[in-house]
Nanobody
């Protein structure tokens, strides 16, 4: 069974930075894209960022552009989300997700495109 494990969450002051990591445990899988989503209390899960492996393109939600960077380390089979200039509204549980089929760029932000999900890591930004 494939499991994705996130790490790196925590409590940070506004303006600070965190780097989230995501790696598979157990059975590995050949992924075509990896994404980060988040869910704040009382809100729906929303797209944050994604990286498509075939072309190396990255995609960001408007709220993440200019502050967050998604990247991958092939040797470590790990995906990262570097988050800078954090704001209180970034407070949420962050989930990584992996896809096993190619995803069109027009729908890469759709959660149903992803096959595997992690359990999430809490990010709390204090004002």
């Amino acid at each position: 069974q494939v499991q994705l494990v996130e790490s790196g969450g925590g409590l940070v002051q506004a303006g600070g930075s965190l780097r989230l990591s995501c790696a598979p445990s157990g059975r590995t899988f050949s992924s075509t894209a990896m994404g980060w989503f988040r869910q704040a209390p009382g809100k729906e899960r929303e797209f944050v960022a994604a990286i498509a492996y075939s072309v190396g393109n990255t995609y960001y939600a408007d709220s993440a552009k200019g502050r967050f960077t998604i990247s991958r380390d092939n040797a470590k089979n790990t995906v990262y989300l570097q988050m800078n200039s954090l704001k209180p509204e970034d407070t949420a549980v962050y989930y990584c997700a992996g896809a096993t089929a190619p995803i069109a760029s027009s729908v890469i932000f759709k959660s149903y495109q992803y096959d595997y999900w992690g359990q999430g890591t809490q990010v709390t930004v204090s004002s």
